[in-house]
């Protein structure tokens, strides 16, 4: 029973949740209209908690995922609304996300200056950026339907955000399990000092992957923009802490305790299933807070006084 619990303890922690809230609520939870809102609600946070999963792995944290989501949001309906073309603020976006992580990376990898301290100083200045391009404003003037597409609607009854959010986690799976910079980082997070003594590129590789980070929650950013098809400056802060926790709860997952995109993914549909279910219920959106984290402080439990009696 204790193996059991060990190995789908976290699985079986998603289908009580679900099947309790289905209990619940049953007209307004155990839907398929609610499914496929929650598949929505969860498309978002799960390419951030990706991107936090590839800064986790080598053992650091970026506080900026939040930040940066917001900035490249804003950047891309400014220039949009300036009249540019889509390719064109996309890739401003995604440059200005991948440009924030890569500052980071050089602070952590190059000064030594703590991820905690580096991510949250470029946190910082990305939302007075982001602040400061868009004027304090809401933006949703001037937007082209071909951009809001990219985050609505459906392809065969799927919803776009979900296939924008699958191809994320398969390419992040594959990234970090079947290619030699993925191999890298996993060696990197285990031991950095035996890495750096067997001759990889630490420095390098950490720069890179702050990199992967930050272009990962643009992308979040820009997605999330063309669902709701406005923006705010703040918009993209409040996926940082339940994006952290899908990761935490993600590692309880994993027989090594390591961080991984299956279980940040499961994370994700935990973290997505009590808020939509609390929601529905009617709870003051201080519970959620205040569940988000006590999940992150369980998943540290779990992970920390289970994992070693594996």
């Not at 059991?4 to 679900?18: K, N, W």
């Not at 071909?146 to 609607?153: E, H, P, V």
């Not at 992967?212 to 705010?232: K, M, T």
Request: a positive charge.
């Amino acid at each position: 029973m204790t193996t059991l619990l060990q190995r789908y303890g976290t699985l079986l922690a998603f289908v009580a949740l679900a099947a309790g809230f289905s209990i619940a609520a049953p007209d307004a939870f155990a839907t398929s209209a609610n499914a496929l809102n929650l598949l929505q609600q969860i498309t978002t946070l799960s390419i951030v908690a990706a991107a936090a999963t590839f800064v986790m792995v080598i053992g650091e944290f970026d506080l900026s995922v939040g930040f940066v989501a917001s900035l490249a949001a804003v950047i891309a309906f400014v220039l949009l609304g300036d009249g540019w073309s889509i390719p064109v603020a996309i890739a401003a976006g995604l440059g200005a996300g991948a440009g924030a992580g890569l500052v980071s990376g050089i602070l952590v990898a190059r000064f030594g200056v703590p991820s905690f301290v580096a991510t949250l100083a470029i946190g910082t200045i990305v939302s007075g950026l982001a602040y400061w391009i868009s004027g304090g404003s809401s933006l949703f003037s001037g937007i082209p339907a071909a951009y809001t597409a990219l985050g609505r609607g459906a392809i065969f009854g799927v919803p776009v955000l979900a296939l924008w959010m699958a191809a994320v986690l398969i390419g992040a799976q594959v990234v970090l399990t079947r290619t030699r910079y993925g191999r890298r980082l996993h060696a990197i997070g285990d031991n950095a000092r035996a890495a750096h003594l067997a001759g990889l590129p630490i420095g390098r590789d950490r720069v890179v992957t702050f990199a992967v980070a930050g272009a990962l929650s643009a992308l979040a950013g820009l997605l999330l923009a063309a669902r709701l098809g406005s923006v705010q400056h703040t918009m993209g802060e409040a996926l940082l802490l339940p994006a952290y926790a899908a990761v935490f709860v993600g590692t309880t997952a994993s027989r090594s305790g390591a961080p991984n995109i299956g279980g940040t993914f499961l994370g994700v549909a935990i973290t997505g299933v009590i808020v939509n279910g609390l929601t529905i219920v009617g709870a003051e959106p201080f519970v959620q807070k205040i569940v988000t984290g006590a999940i992150i402080v369980a998943a540290v439990l779990v992970r920390r006084f289970g994992m070693g009696r594996r």
